[in-house]
């Protein structure tokens, strides 16, 4: 099993070594502007310098020594991973309860679902101006539009999981003597969860993506005010390694997402401890 993640993982990293390689080749042949497309040298120095601490400036140090670093790549990093959750948890804690109640009660689902359908095909960016309206600036902006991306995805997936369940459970749930209440809980609930579970990782997905948007519009730190910042001063390595650093923080969220699924529903993939 090792030996076959191990060799997963090399394959995967193929395409992204290669287009490295074809980036740093572009760059040091000069066939593009430095200050439009910078060498991945440069972007490894500056998101280096973007993630330590502060240092002393010393003039005679050699490369990315002798830059005074700032650390904000923690900071920031810690501002969005806040955001994301506070904003993730009351949008899914909001949409969890509704979805059970619309996918398990057919009066429930005819009252919410016009609604629903009106507002779902909304983007999240389409509130900004007026959740500035609302809430003003600072984090309220930003987590009400947290929440209201991952709102959705959770609600959809979980109305599908329960409505999707096995009409054969259900019968032979009734069959037993199971109440409604035991027949949610011990069936219908069980069978939504891997829907419930692929709603939480598109959620959070969405969540991830709407922070750097909020960001640059609603806050004064985070990954996506950094990147805002940098375009203003024509930093294009900085803009990079901050895409870079929403992109490993996305992959790590992910990776934790798929164990965590892997590990809730070894019963129903059949997969092994």
Same mark, same amino acid.
């Given at each position: 099993?090792?030996?076959?993640?191990?060799?997963?993982?090399?394959?995967? &990293?193929?395409?992204?070594?290669?287009?490295?390689?074809?980036?740093?080749?572009?760059?040091? &042949?000069?066939?593009?502007?430095?200050?439009?497309?910078?060498?991945?040298?440069?972007?490894? +120095?500056?998101?280096?310098?973007? &993630?330590?601490?502060?240092?002393? #400036?010393?003039?005679?140090?050699?490369?990315?020594?002798?830059?005074?670093?700032?650390?904000?790549?923690?900071?920031?990093?810690?501002?969005?991973? #806040?955001?994301?959750?506070?904003?993730?948890?009351?949008?899914?804690?909001?949409?969890?309860?509704?979805?059970?109640?619309?996918?398990?009660?057919?009066?429930?689902?005819?009252?919410?679902?016009? &609604?629903?359908?009106?507002?779902?095909?909304?983007?999240?960016?389409?509130?900004?101006?007026?959740?500035?309206?609302?809430?003003?600036?600072?984090?309220?902006?930003?987590?009400?539009?947290?929440?209201?991306?991952?709102?959705?995805?959770?609600?959809?997936?979980?109305?599908?999981?329960?409505?999707?369940?096995?009409?054969?459970?259900?019968?032979?749930?009734?069959?037993?003597?199971?109440?409604?209440?035991?027949?949610?809980?011990?069936?219908?609930?069980?069978?939504?969860?891997?829907?419930?579970?692929?709603?939480?990782?598109?959620?959070?997905?969405?969540?991830?993506?709407?922070?750097?948007?909020?960001?640059?519009?609603?806050?004064?730190?985070?990954?996506?005010?950094?990147?805002?910042?940098?375009?203003?001063?024509?930093?294009?390595?900085?803009?990079?390694?901050?895409?870079?650093?929403?992109?490993?923080?996305?992959?790590?969220?992910?990776?934790?997402?798929?164990?965590?699924?892997?590990?809730?529903?070894?019963?129903?993939?059949?997969? +092994?401890?």
């Amino acid at each position: 099993m090792a030996k076959t993640n191990w060799r997963e993982i090399g394959v995967g &990293l193929i395409v992204p070594v290669v287009v490295v390689a074809a980036w740093q080749a572009v760059a040091m &042949l000069g066939w593009v502007n430095p200050q439009v497309l910078p060498s991945p040298l440069a972007v490894v +120095e500056k998101w280096i310098a973007y &993630l330590l601490p502060m240092q002393p #400036y010393d003039p005679a140090a050699g490369s990315w020594l002798a830059w005074a670093v700032s650390g904000e790549l923690i900071i920031d990093s810690i501002g969005s991973l #806040y955001r994301v959750v506070v904003g993730f948890a009351i949008g899914a804690g909001l949409a969890l309860p509704l979805g059970l109640a619309m996918g398990a009660k057919p009066a429930v689902y005819a009252w919410f679902n016009p &609604l629903v359908q009106l507002l779902r095909p909304i983007p999240p960016i389409a509130y900004i101006p007026l959740s500035i309206l609302w809430f003003g600036l600072g984090n309220p902006p930003a987590i009400f539009l947290i929440a209201l991306g991952a709102f959705f995805p959770v609600l959809m997936n979980t109305i599908a999981g329960v409505r999707q369940v096995d009409g054969i459970y259900l019968r032979a749930a009734r069959n037993l003597g199971a109440s409604g209440s035991t027949m949610f809980i011990r069936v219908i609930l069980p069978a939504a969860v891997p829907y419930i579970l692929s709603g939480v990782r598109i959620g959070i997905g969405t969540a991830f993506i709407v922070v750097i948007v909020s960001e640059m519009i609603a806050v004064n730190n985070g990954l996506g005010f950094r990147i805002l910042e940098a375009r203003e001063y024509f930093w294009s390595d900085k803009i990079i390694a901050g895409m870079i650093s929403i992109g490993l923080i996305g992959l790590a969220i992910d990776i934790g997402m798929n164990r965590l699924n892997n590990h809730l529903l070894r019963w129903h993939r059949g997969l +092994e401890h």
